[in-house]
């Protein structure tokens, strides 16, 4: 991975492909609370969707039916061409679901480069008898994986801190690392969760780039909440926005910035 | 099956469980205010009766003096361990302030002994553990009075409790210290004292779980042990709640005198060691988080 | 700005940090030595990258450090003239002294409500004032008014947030300190927090240490900031003068000479240049 | 000038405390007096007391840490069934005679296959035995037990099962119903336990309880109205301690015991050479003459004649090794004489020893709760049918026997 | 100046996921095994050998066993006393029933029921947390010491319950000694902490990690709940299992289920806590804090020749208040306080 070099970003092309995932007329509610109700919509191959939304307005909750955290009462998932009612946590991770969470959600005391390991966990095959003895399959297996997992260490900058248990790190890198963590799996579809939020202007930039170049370089898709109009309109290719559990605009980035809806609703008139 | 028997069983149960109870209560106490796991509470539970009983046989003092003198105790050792154990563990892991809480009760089964000396007391109260004669010759059941009376303490003592938590705006700071150790200092909760407090609280509450238990069964180090029976009432009724100390006590009182006499003659007896543990714990599985206690809030 | 006592002469400083120096764990040593000082009635910004020590100099100032095995090892605070690293920060509250911590810390089971009542704890207050602050709060947050019977451990990210900016308010404090409070927060949103930072500033002569990533804003609205950069204070000034020198406008604005540069167009990851280290 | 070593691996803390510091406080107070009165033909007993706990693995490591200081251990006594499983290998390893007075293996009475281990005066089985001969003899008869109820309430451990073959046996010889109701230690909650003796209207009811157990089951009895008069308890459920935590609920309760209640010549010599001197290791002057201090200074006196036996086969006035001790123990006679001698005539029953028999006795005594003190009311020693008993330890020590691949023989 | 690991540079990741990356630190544990193996059987004396370091080691892997749970899964359990006696017991089954078994094959078989008692008392910790399990981990506690007690065929009918552990033989040599004991019990020991320490710097470790740190997280993340838990229950009971036959075979040789009482469970509960909760090392420190702690406090007070009773509770009030500075001085035990100073020593003589 030479991601660093220039010039191997500009000759690489974004191809949006099919749908990949398509979301319908899914609706959720917590006892009395409706989080979400009839939302319908798709995410195309390769491509940078965004969520936004008013706080509240379910965007998480969107993103946790989507792995299965949550499962709704109404609607369909049709993922890779497969229906299903909801998703559960462990398939989704199977086929190639990772994301990072609004609230952190490391596993604090664990250093980064165990973090960022325990991305590959569904990657690695050898059984627990093997690792205990460390022998043969499981140590080429786990040298293996952590030469990925230094790789991504490497793409995110973060080598200094690799031994550092996470719960001693500032807010911004950890959000950085669960980025990594996420990275980790090489994931078809990666689901991130305000990873900006935390983060001046100038890490900002850092976290597009690597947003970027994840699209890019994998071809992996990405969906996308953050409440940073300036990000969201930079680098999404389609944006949803969501009110009160409702979907109130879909469209490209321009499209959404003059829908009146959207303006009243989030926007506010200083964008 | 024998009706009459059954209540007298029934009703036996139900009795036992409030004397469970009343030791529950001190461990919800303590959990609610800090989310600490207070294992010392059986440590405190001897050395509130052993106080008590020691101040009345070294010094002669009567029952009705000896009680304000250990509750004077009782409210310095809660002080002391605010200050000394739990103010600089604030904001530490749960199993932190558990382990320390084992430290504590040895500390104070060694101090207990220490001054008072290693040999079994007897303790008298004003009320006599006899059957009630009313109901032995009227229907033939058995109830000791003193249970009774003992019942009569716990319901006091659970209203009172309940009214302090649902009323006062400490019940809530309660709460959010349990919550959350260092959000709570930061709106200005001021924990030490409430530690303080309820650590004194609990000492009271043990002090007459105490002298209740050391009336029936001799002060001795072996009240330690009743702990051992609170904990299972504890997570059948949940933590965090007063109300859930009695009603998990009476459901494991009754139960576990039931299975002893229905069930244990099968299996060879003996099985109330583990039968109210096994019973809370099949109940768990349906309610993780007891009867009456806080939902664990399991979200990302 | 409260300009009726604005005069030539420096205020005495309301709050000031002298030369802290700071060891979590009894071996990372993160702060090396940081002063600053907040005038009353002012807003004084925090600058820094990540892992630059803002939360940290935050914790020191509210003494919320002890209960994450940090060490104050050298240097004082002094809040209205008064010596307060020794206290405990219930005692800090009650002189009007309250922080906002970074990451919301919501009392998860306590419903949205019950976050804010707890919010009072140091005040005595009858009924209806109780009532009138909580009004205020829920005017300031619509949305926490819907929520109000949720528990706060459910509800969501940015609703937490403003629960933990409201319960902050209901200290009624005179000084407070805000880790972060745009983290998570929709845009118009952020700009209203922000507003009623000045309106409490202004109205109500309330003074606001702030650490914030959103330099932009935090510039715009506050009077003074400072730069931490590893731990020591790299600049200060003047927000306005901050806002236009070319180094922040670089890193922390993300604006070049041009303007503006899109997120998109950042073809390189940034070298970062440092002041120091 | 040398003196003779023994182990006292005692607990002063914890739920047995006060057991444990009368007991030791009994063998200390009297080897304290031998001292003062010269020592054992001039040797003089050197002790020294660790902590325990009543841990298996605390004892352990103060057995180990003593056997081999100031010249070696030569008699070590641990008061706890689980120490004394822990050590029962080491000490015929290392030589050092163990006594387990009235607790432990009941087998280890077969001098042959336990060289080292000796359960003097009476085991549990033994004990069992003779209850059931009171019993027998309360009600008229051995043949009056057909037909009655006899209710064995017991701690739910090791101890209390180990006297379950010998009820059996009893049972099914004497025609009495034997009715086994378990109490989950502690055994500070016994409702459902008395509810069910209430239901069942046994004619008696055997208490083998231990600790906190006896003086609940004291209690409860009482609290169901069952007469105490009918309540007899094992030894460890016949002191002090478990009357007094009882209250008033305990009068007329009667339990074994191995020591005649009373005063002893050789307890007012203690107060006066002892205790009168600020000596005394009981700190309560009230506890002389308590159950566990009677039944400790028995254990003093037992080891300081097993000295003196010792002595008198290799050598008067030299201190004794573990395996010349061991000897002594073997060989000891106790008779009514040599206790009147020792001023502690019917303190406890007459001990002789042997190869084949490392009890020595198997005789107990009946006593009665007044509310103030312990009275026998067997006026002799009762003992029970011995032979099942020696049936059972032939039986059971073969048993280890084979399993440690022990040939058993006497030791020289 | 003497603790750098200036210059040692690593070139593959193999040599950087080592055990213990810094040279000095692998010749240090090298050096002490060699004195512990070859030195110590020589010229420890057999009060040492047979009453401080087997039972050391014994406590130690029965808190790694515990550790693996509650250090690396995050299950608290109190129960560990348990499951020690399910695997001691069902080792002397195992030599008694099937003649010429070879006796370390009865550990390992007496190591997997303790497992599969494990996978059974943990299938509830899917659904219940906290000190919720805790509390009823005590059922397993109470539960297995009464069937002990209960069914005459696991104690071969004797009358008190009571079993008698085998002679210890292995191919043919007694290991009767407290020498010969003490290296069989080193080497079984140190081949599991071997094991152990590959274990959880291993996939399965992260898993088990993850589970604690964030249950919903890892489980986004791949983990799949249940296996995870019941594996570390299985594991952590294996290793109980095999530490509770150690204690029987190699310490105490007369057992009675109640050897392995809820005092026991506390007692290794307390190693880990003070030793370091989630470290290998943790298990040994605390357990020699543990076994040695009383045993030092037991000597002082002889030598400051107060009276039995006095000494003997001041001994347990020093004990506990020891716990606590120690939890004060460092929550998060002995383990890290070794690595601070460690990380101390690196920086000596500069302060920072
Ligand atoms: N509890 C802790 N233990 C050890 N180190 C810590 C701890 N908390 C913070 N640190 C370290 O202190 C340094 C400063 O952290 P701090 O949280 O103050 O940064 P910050 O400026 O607030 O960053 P951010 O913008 O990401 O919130 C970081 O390098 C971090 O690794
Ligand atoms: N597990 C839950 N139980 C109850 N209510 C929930 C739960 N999860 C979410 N909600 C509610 O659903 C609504 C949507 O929440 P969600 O977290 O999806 O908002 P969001 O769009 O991500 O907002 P933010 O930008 O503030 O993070 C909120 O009102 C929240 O309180
Ligand atoms: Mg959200
Ligand atoms: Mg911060």
Same mark, same amino acid.
């Given at each position: !991975?030479?991601?660093?070099?220039?010039?191997?970003?500009?000759?690489?092309?974004?191809?949006?492909?099919?749908?990949?995932?398509?979301?319908?007329?899914?609706?959720?509610?917590?006892?009395?609370?409706?989080?979400?109700?009839?939302?319908?919509?798709?995410?195309?191959?390769?491509?940078?969707?965004?969520?936004?939304?008013?706080?509240?307005?379910?965007?998480?909750? !969107?993103?946790?039916?989507?792995?299965?955290?949550?499962?709704?009462?109404?609607?369909?998932?049709?993922?890779?061409?497969?229906?299903?009612?909801?998703?559960?946590?462990?398939?989704?991770?199977?086929?190639?679901?990772?994301?990072?969470?609004?609230?952190?959600?490391?596993?604090?005391?664990?250093?980064?480069?165990?973090?960022?390991?325990?991305?590959?966990?569904?990657?690695?095959?050898?059984?627990?008898?093997?690792?205990?003895?460390?022998?043969?399959?499981?140590? /080429?297996?786990?040298?293996?994986?952590?030469?990925?997992?230094?790789?991504?260490?490497?793409?995110?900058?973060?080598?200094?801190?690799?031994?550092?248990?996470?719960?001693?790190?500032?807010?911004?890198?950890?959000?950085?690392?669960?980025?990594?963590?996420?990275?980790?799996?090489?994931?078809?579809?990666?689901?991130?969760?305000?990873?900006?939020?935390?983060?001046?202007?100038?890490?900002?930039? %850092?976290?597009?780039?690597?947003?970027?170049?994840?699209?890019?370089?994998? &071809?992996?898709?990405?969906?996308?909440?953050?409440?940073?109009?300036?990000?969201?309109?930079?680098?999404?290719?389609?944006?949803?926005?969501?009110?009160?559990?409702?979907?109130?605009?879909?469209?490209?980035?321009?499209?959404?910035?003059?829908?009146?809806?959207?303006?009243?609703?989030?926007?506010?008139?200083?964008? | 099956?024998?009706?009459?028997?059954?209540?007298?069983?029934?009703?036996?149960?139900? =009795?036992?469980?409030?004397?469970?109870?009343?030791?529950?209560?001190?461990?919800?106490?303590?959990?609610?205010?800090?989310?600490?796991?207070?294992?010392?509470?059986?440590? +405190?539970?001897?050395?509130?009766?052993?106080?008590?009983?020691?101040?009345?046989?070294?010094?002669?003092?009567?029952?009705?003096?000896?009680?304000?003198?250990?509750?004077?105790?009782?409210?310095? =050792?809660?002080?002391?361990?605010?200050?000394?154990?739990?103010?600089?563990?604030?904001?530490?892991?749960?199993?932190?302030?558990?382990?320390?809480?084992?430290?504590?009760?040895?500390?104070?089964?060694?101090?207990?002994?220490?001054?008072?000396?290693?040999?079994?007391?007897?303790?008298?109260?004003?009320?006599?553990?006899?059957?009630?004669?009313?109901?032995?010759?009227?229907?033939?059941?058995?109830?000791?009075?003193?249970?009774?009376?003992?019942?009569?303490?716990?319901?006091?003592?659970?209203?009172?409790?309940?009214?302090?938590?649902?009323?006062?705006?400490?019940?809530?700071?309660?709460?959010?210290?349990?919550?959350?150790?260092?959000?709570?200092?930061?709106?200005?909760?001021?924990?030490?004292?409430?530690?303080?407090?309820?650590?004194?609280?609990?000492?009271?509450?043990?002090?007459?779980?105490?002298?209740?238990?050391?009336?029936?069964?001799?002060?001795?180090?072996?009240?330690?042990?009743?702990?051992?029976?609170?904990?299972?009432?504890?997570?059948?009724?949940?933590?965090?709640?007063?109300?859930?100390?009695?009603?998990?006590?009476?459901?494991?009182?009754?139960?576990?005198?039931?299975?002893?006499?229905?069930?244990?003659?099968?299996?060879?007896?003996?099985?109330?060691?583990?039968?109210?543990?096994?019973?809370?714990?099949?109940?768990?599985?349906?309610?993780?988080?007891?009867?009456?206690?806080?939902?664990?809030?399991?979200?990302? | 700005?409260?300009?009726?006592?604005?005069?030539?002469?420096?205020?005495?400083?309301?709050?000031?940090?002298?030369?802290?120096?700071?060891?979590?764990?009894?071996?990372?040593?993160?702060?090396?030595?940081?002063?600053?000082?907040?005038?009353?009635?002012?807003?004084?910004?925090?600058?820094?990258?990540?892992?630059?020590?803002?939360?940290?100099?935050?914790?020191?100032?509210?003494?919320?450090?002890?209960?994450?095995?940090?060490?104050?090892?050298?240097?004082?605070?002094?809040?209205?003239?008064?010596?307060?690293?020794?206290?405990?920060?219930?005692?800090?509250?009650?002189? &009007?002294?309250?922080?906002? +911590?970074?990451?919301?810390?919501?009392?998860?089971?306590?419903?949205?409500?019950?976050?804010?009542?707890?919010?009072?704890?140091?005040?005595?207050?009858?009924?209806?004032?109780?009532?009138?602050?909580? %009004?205020?709060?829920?005017?300031?947050?619509?949305?926490?008014?819907? /929520?109000?019977?949720?528990?706060?451990?459910?509800?969501?990210?940015?609703?937490?947030?403003?629960?933990?900016?409201?319960?902050?308010? +209901?200290?009624?404090?005179?000084?407070?300190?805000?880790?972060?409070?745009?983290?998570?927060?929709?845009?118009?949103?952020?700009?209203?927090?922000?507003?009623?930072?000045?309106?409490?500033?202004?109205?109500?002569?309330?003074?606001? =240490?702030?650490?914030?990533?959103?330099?932009?804003?935090?510039?715009?609205?506050?009077?003074?900031?400072?730069?931490?950069?590893?731990?020591?204070?790299?600049?200060?000034?003047?927000?306005?003068?901050?806002?236009?020198?070319?180094?922040?406008?670089?890193?922390?604005?993300?604006?070049?000479?041009?303007?503006?540069?899109?997120?998109? %167009?950042?073809?390189?990851?940034?070298?970062?240049?440092?002041?120091?280290? | 000038?040398?003196?003779?070593?023994?182990?006292?691996?005692?607990?002063?803390?914890?739920?047995?405390?006060?057991?444990?510091?009368?007991?030791?406080?009994?063998?200390?107070?009297?080897?304290?007096?031998?001292?003062?009165?010269?020592?054992?033909?001039?040797?003089?007993?050197?002790?020294?007391?660790?902590?325990?706990?009543?841990?298996?693995?605390?004892?352990?490591?103060?057995?180990?840490?003593?056997?081999?200081?100031?010249?070696?251990?030569?008699?070590?006594?641990?008061?706890?069934?689980?120490?004394?499983?822990?050590?029962?290998?080491?000490?015929?390893?290392?030589?050092?005679?163990?006594?387990?007075?009235?607790?432990?293996?009941?087998?280890?009475?077969?001098?042959?296959?336990?060289?080292?281990?000796?359960?003097?005066?009476?085991?549990?089985?033994?004990?069992?035995?003779?209850?059931?001969?009171?019993?027998? %003899?309360?009600?008229?008869?051995?043949?009056?037990?057909?037909?009655?109820?006899?209710?064995?309430?017991?701690?739910?451990?090791?101890? &209390?099962?180990?006297?379950?073959?010998?009820?059996?046996?009893?049972?099914?010889?004497?025609?009495?119903?034997?009715?086994?109701?378990?109490?989950?230690?502690?055994?500070?909650?016994?409702?459902?336990?008395?509810?069910?003796?209430?239901?069942?209207?046994?004619?008696?009811?055997?208490?083998?309880?231990?600790?906190?157990?006896?003086?609940?089951?004291?209690?409860?009895?009482?609290?169901?109205?069952?007469?105490?008069?009918?309540?007899?308890?094992?030894?460890?459920?016949?002191?002090?301690?478990?009357?007094?935590?009882?209250?008033?609920?305990?009068?007329?309760?009667?339990?074994?015991?191995?020591?005649?209640?009373?005063?002893?010549?050789?307890?007012?010599?203690?107060?006066?050479?002892?205790?009168?001197?600020?000596?005394?290791?009981?700190?309560?002057?009230?506890?002389?003459?308590?159950?566990?201090?009677?039944?400790?200074?028995?254990?003093?006196?037992?080891?300081?004649?097993?000295?003196?036996?010792?002595?008198?086969?290799?050598?008067?006035?030299?201190?004794?090794?573990?395996?010349?001790?061991?000897?002594?123990?073997?060989?000891?006679?106790?008779?009514?004489?040599?206790?009147?001698?020792?001023?502690?005539?019917?303190?406890?029953?007459?001990?002789?020893?042997?190869?084949?028999?490392?009890?020595?006795?198997?005789?107990?005594?009946?006593?009665?709760?007044?509310?103030?003190?312990?009275?026998?009311?067997?006026?002799?020693?009762?003992?029970?049918?011995?032979?099942?008993?020696?049936?059972?330890?032939?039986?059971?020590?073969?048993?280890?026997?084979?399993?440690?691949?022990?040939?058993?023989?006497?030791?020289? | 100046?003497?603790?750098?690991?200036?210059?040692?540079?690593?070139?593959?990741?193999?040599?950087?996921?080592?055990?213990?990356?810094?040279?000095?630190?692998?010749?240090?544990?090298?050096?002490?095994?060699?004195?512990? =193996?070859?030195?110590?059987?020589?010229?420890?004396?057999?009060?040492?050998?047979?009453?401080?370091?087997?039972?050391?080691?014994?406590?130690?892997?029965?808190?790694?066993?515990?550790?693996?749970?509650?250090?690396?899964?995050?299950?608290?359990?109190?129960?560990?006393?348990?499951?020690?006696?399910?695997?001691?017991?069902?080792?002397?089954?195992?030599?008694? /029933?099937?003649?010429?078994?070879?006796?370390?094959?009865?550990?390992?078989?007496?190591?997997?029921?303790?497992?599969?008692?494990?996978?059974?008392?943990?299938?509830?910790?899917?659904?219940?947390?906290?000190?919720?399990?805790?509390?009823?981990?005590?059922?397993?506690?109470?539960?297995?010491?009464?069937?002990?007690?209960?069914?005459?065929?696991?104690?071969?009918?004797?009358?008190?319950?009571?079993?008698?552990?085998?002679?210890?033989?292995?191919?043919?040599?007694?290991?009767?000694?407290?020498?010969?004991?003490?290296?069989?019990?080193?080497?079984?020991?140190?081949?599991?902490?071997?094991?152990?320490?590959?274990?959880?710097?291993?996939?399965?470790?992260?898993?088990? !990690?993850?589970?604690?740190?964030?249950?919903?997280?890892?489980?986004?993340?791949?983990?799949?709940?249940?296996?995870?838990?019941?594996?570390?229950?299985?594991?952590?009971?294996?290793?109980?299992?095999?530490?509770?036959?150690?204690?029987?075979?190699?310490?105490?040789?007369?057992?009675?289920?109640?050897?392995?009482?809820?005092?026991?469970?506390?007692?290794?509960?307390?190693?880990?806590?003070?030793?370091?909760?989630?470290?290998?090392?943790?298990?040994?420190?605390?357990?020699?804090?543990?076994?040695?702690?009383?045993?030092?406090?037991?000597?002082?007070?002889?030598?400051?020749?107060?009276?039995?009773?006095?000494?003997?509770?001041?001994?347990? +009030?020093?004990? &506990?208040?020891?716990?606590?500075?120690?939890?004060?001085?460092?929550?998060?035990?002995?383990?890290?306080?070794?690595?601070?100073?460690?990380?101390?020593?690196?920086?000596?003589?500069?302060?920072?």
């Amino acid at each position: !991975m030479q991601m660093n070099e220039p010039d191997a970003l500009f000759g690489a092309t974004r191809r949006i492909g099919p749908v990949i995932l398509d979301l319908q007329h899914i609706s959720l509610s917590f006892g009395g609370v409706k989080a979400l109700t009839d939302i319908s919509f798709d995410v195309r191959q390769h491509e940078i969707r965004a969520i936004i939304g008013p706080n509240g307005a379910g965007k998480s909750s !969107m993103l946790n039916v989507i792995n299965g955290v949550y499962r709704p009462q109404q609607g369909d998932i049709i993922y890779r061409g497969e229906h299903r009612k909801n998703m559960d946590c462990y398939a989704a991770a199977k086929s190639g679901i990772a994301r990072t969470f609004q609230n952190i959600a490391l596993f604090k005391g664990m250093t980064v480069l165990d973090n960022i390991m325990t991305g590959r966990n569904l990657k690695m095959k050898s059984n627990f008898l093997l690792q205990a003895i460390y022998w043969g399959p499981a140590r /080429r297996e786990e040298i293996e994986h952590r030469k990925k997992a230094e790789e991504i260490i490497d793409f995110l900058e973060i080598q200094a801190i690799r031994k550092t248990p996470v719960g001693r790190l500032p807010y911004g890198l950890q959000k950085r690392v669960e980025l990594g963590r996420a990275l980790a799996a090489e994931p078809e579809i990666l689901l991130l969760d305000e990873p900006m939020a935390g983060m001046n202007v100038e890490e900002k930039q %850092d976290m597009c780039r690597f947003i970027l170049d994840v699209n890019d370089q994998f &071809g992996t898709t990405i969906v996308l909440i953050e409440h940073d109009m300036g990000v969201v309109m930079d680098i999404s290719d389609r944006v949803v926005v969501l009110d009160y559990g409702k979907k109130i605009g879909d469209g490209t980035p321009d499209e959404v910035r003059g829908n009146q809806d959207v303006i009243n609703a989030y926007l506010g008139t200083s964008h | 099956m024998n009706i009459s028997f059954f209540f007298e069983v029934l009703i036996g149960g139900l =009795l036992s469980g409030v004397m469970y109870a009343l030791v529950a209560i001190g461990f919800v106490l303590i959990y609610k205010a800090s989310g600490v796991f207070n294992f010392a509470q059986g440590a +405190m539970v001897f050395f509130a009766a052993l106080t008590c009983v020691g101040i009345m046989d070294k010094f002669g003092l009567p029952l009705w003096l000896a009680i304000p003198a250990t509750v004077a105790a009782m409210i310095v =050792l809660g002080l002391a361990i605010e200050r000394v154990v739990l103010r600089p563990l604030v904001n530490q892991p749960e199993i932190t302030l558990f382990m320390a809480t084992i430290g504590l009760a040895f500390f104070i089964e060694g101090l207990a002994q220490l001054v008072w000396g290693a040999q079994v007391h007897r303790l008298e109260l004003p009320i006599e553990d006899v059957p009630l004669q009313y109901l032995a010759d009227n229907f033939n059941i058995i109830v000791s009075q003193f249970d009774v009376m003992a019942a009569g303490v716990c319901g006091v003592m659970v209203l009172l409790l309940s009214l302090i938590f649902s009323k006062t705006k400490v019940g809530r700071a309660l709460r959010a210290v349990a919550d959350d150790h260092q959000a709570a200092l930061a709106v200005g909760i001021p924990l030490q004292r409430i530690w303080a407090v309820l650590w004194a609280v609990a000492g009271i509450v043990a002090l007459v779980a105490g002298l209740l238990w050391g009336a029936r069964n001799g002060v001795q180090f072996a009240l330690t042990f009743i702990a051992l029976k609170a904990l299972p009432v504890l997570i059948l009724g949940g933590f965090t709640s007063v109300p859930g100390a009695i009603v998990g006590g009476l459901i494991i009182g009754a139960s576990e005198k039931l299975a002893e006499v229905y069930i244990g003659p099968m299996v060879g007896g003996g099985i109330e060691g583990w039968f109210p543990y096994v019973l809370a714990l099949l109940f768990l599985l349906v309610r993780p988080e007891g009867l009456f206690g806080e939902k664990i809030i399991r979200r990302i | 700005m409260n300009t009726a006592t604005a005069t030539t002469a420096a205020p005495p400083p309301y709050l000031s940090v002298n030369n802290i120096e700071v060891i979590y764990d009894h071996v990372i040593l993160v702060l090396k030595g940081v002063s600053l000082q907040v005038p009353q009635g002012k807003i004084v910004a925090l600058l820094g990258a990540n892992g630059a020590g803002k939360s940290t100099t935050l914790k020191t100032i509210s003494t919320l450090l002890r209960g994450e095995r940090g060490d104050v090892t050298k240097g004082e605070v002094q809040f209205k003239g008064e010596r307060v690293d020794q206290l405990t920060p219930n005692e800090l509250v009650k002189r &009007g002294l309250s922080q906002v +911590m970074e990451g919301r810390h919501c009392f998860g089971h306590l419903t949205i409500e019950e976050n804010l009542l707890t919010g009072a704890y140091t005040r005595s207050l009858s009924r209806a004032q109780l009532k009138e602050s909580l %009004d205020k709060v829920y005017h300031y947050f619509p949305r926490l008014k819907t /929520r109000r019977t949720s528990q706060a451990g459910y509800t969501s990210g940015g609703e937490q947030q403003m629960c933990a900016i409201g319960r902050a308010l +209901m200290a009624k404090p005179s000084m407070i300190l805000l880790d972060e409070p745009s983290m998570g927060i929709a845009p118009q949103i952020v700009e209203e927090i922000f507003g009623i930072v000045k309106d409490l500033n202004s109205k109500e002569n309330v003074s606001f =240490l702030l650490a914030e990533q959103n330099t932009m804003v935090a510039l715009r609205y506050a009077d003074f900031g400072y730069i931490l950069e590893n731990g020591r204070v790299v600049m200060e000034g003047a927000a306005s003068d901050l806002a236009s020198n070319e180094d922040v406008k670089e890193f922390y604005l993300g604006m070049s000479g041009a303007g503006r540069k899109s997120f998109r %167009d950042m073809k390189f990851y940034r070298r970062r240049k440092r002041w120091l280290a | 000038q040398a003196e003779q070593f023994v182990a006292l691996p005692s607990y002063r803390v914890g739920p047995y405390a006060s057991g444990g510091s009368g007991f030791y406080g009994g063998m200390i107070d009297y080897f304290n007096l031998v001292n003062a009165n010269g020592g054992i033909n001039g040797v003089k007993i050197q002790w020294e007391e660790c902590e325990t706990e009543y841990n298996p693995s605390r004892g352990i490591e103060c057995y180990e840490r003593m056997k081999t200081k100031n010249g070696g251990a030569s008699l070590v006594e641990p008061l706890s069934t689980g120490i004394a499983y822990g050590i029962l290998d080491r000490v015929a390893q290392d030589k050092v005679p163990m006594t387990t007075l009235g607790y432990g293996r009941s087998d280890a009475a077969n001098g042959k296959v336990f060289p080292y281990v000796f359960p003097l005066i009476t085991s549990y089985w033994n004990q069992a035995a003779a209850m059931i001969k009171y019993l027998g %003899d309360k009600n008229g008869g051995m043949d009056k037990l057909k037909g009655k109820k006899i209710v064995h309430l017991y701690h739910d451990s090791a101890f &209390g099962k180990e006297p379950l073959p010998v009820l059996e046996a009893l049972s099914k010889q004497y025609g009495f119903e034997l009715i086994k109701i378990a109490v989950a230690p502690p055994g500070s909650e016994q409702q459902s336990q008395w509810l069910q003796i209430r239901q069942a209207k046994p004619d008696h009811v055997i208490l083998w309880g231990w600790g906190v157990m006896n003086s609940v089951a004291i209690k409860t009895a009482q609290r169901n109205g069952f007469p105490r008069e009918k309540m007899l308890g094992v030894w460890w459920a016949g002191s002090e301690e478990d009357t007094i935590a009882a209250g008033d609920a305990a009068k007329g309760y009667t339990s074994m015991t191995f020591n005649t209640p009373g005063n002893y010549p050789v307890i007012d010599e203690l107060r006066k050479k002892v205790y009168a001197g600020g000596k005394g290791n009981l700190s309560e002057q009230t506890r002389i003459g308590s159950v566990y201090h009677m039944r400790g200074l028995t254990a003093g006196i037992l080891w300081t004649e097993a000295i003196r036996t010792a002595q008198e086969k290799f050598g008067k006035g030299k201190v004794m090794t573990g395996e010349q001790v061991r000897w002594g123990l073997e060989n000891m006679n106790i008779d009514e004489a040599r206790q009147k001698a020792l001023g502690a005539f019917g303190m406890f029953p007459p001990v002789k020893t042997s190869c084949d028999d490392h009890e020595g006795s198997g005789a107990v005594k009946v006593q009665q709760w007044d509310g103030k003190k312990w009275n026998a009311i067997t006026p002799n020693w009762v003992v029970g049918d011995k032979a099942l008993t020696r049936k059972l330890v032939e039986e059971s020590s073969a048993k280890y026997a084979a399993e440690k691949n022990i040939t058993a023989a006497c030791a020289k | 100046m003497f603790y750098r690991e200036t210059g040692q540079f690593k070139t593959s990741y193999e040599a950087d996921g080592q055990i213990l990356p810094i040279r000095q630190d692998r010749v240090a544990l090298l050096a002490t095994l060699a004195v512990a =193996l070859l030195a110590l059987p020589l010229l420890a004396s057999p009060y040492m050998l047979s009453a401080i370091f087997i039972p050391f080691l014994i406590f130690a892997l029965a808190a790694l066993g515990l550790n693996i749970l509650t250090g690396y899964a995050g299950q608290l359990s109190l129960g560990t006393a348990a499951f020690m006696a399910v695997g001691a017991f069902a080792s002397y089954n195992f030599v008694l /029933r099937i003649p010429g078994i070879p006796l370390l094959l009865a550990f390992v078989l007496g190591g997997l029921c303790a497992a599969m008692v494990g996978i059974a008392f943990g299938l509830p910790s899917l659904r219940i947390r906290g000190f919720y399990l805790a509390a009823s981990t005590l059922a397993t506690q109470f539960f297995v010491v009464w069937c002990l007690t209960k069914i005459g065929w696991l104690t071969n009918y004797s009358s008190s319950g009571v079993i008698t552990a085998q002679k210890m033989e292995i191919l043919g040599y007694a290991f009767d000694t407290p020498a010969r004991k003490y290296v069989l019990v080193l080497v079984v020991v140190a081949l599991m902490a071997l094991l152990a320490k590959n274990l959880v710097r291993s996939n399965v470790g992260r898993s088990w !990690m993850a589970v604690r740190d964030m249950d919903v997280a890892a489980e986004v993340i791949g983990f799949r709940l249940m296996r995870t838990k019941l594996l570390a229950f299985a594991v952590s009971s294996f290793y109980c299992g095999v530490a509770g036959a150690l204690y029987a075979y190699a310490y105490l040789g007369t057992v009675e289920p109640e050897a392995y009482n809820l005092d026991l469970s506390f007692r290794i509960l307390f190693m880990i806590i003070i030793g370091g909760v989630g470290s290998i090392l943790g298990a040994f420190l605390g357990s020699a804090f543990i076994v040695l702690l009383p045993v030092f406090l037991n000597i002082l007070a002889h030598g400051l020749a107060l009276p039995t009773s006095v000494a003997s509770n001041l001994e347990l +009030m020093v004990f &506990g208040a020891l716990i606590i500075f120690f939890l004060i001085v460092e929550p998060h035990g002995l383990a890290r306080l070794w690595q601070i100073g460690k990380e101390k020593l690196r920086l000596w003589p500069f302060p920072h």
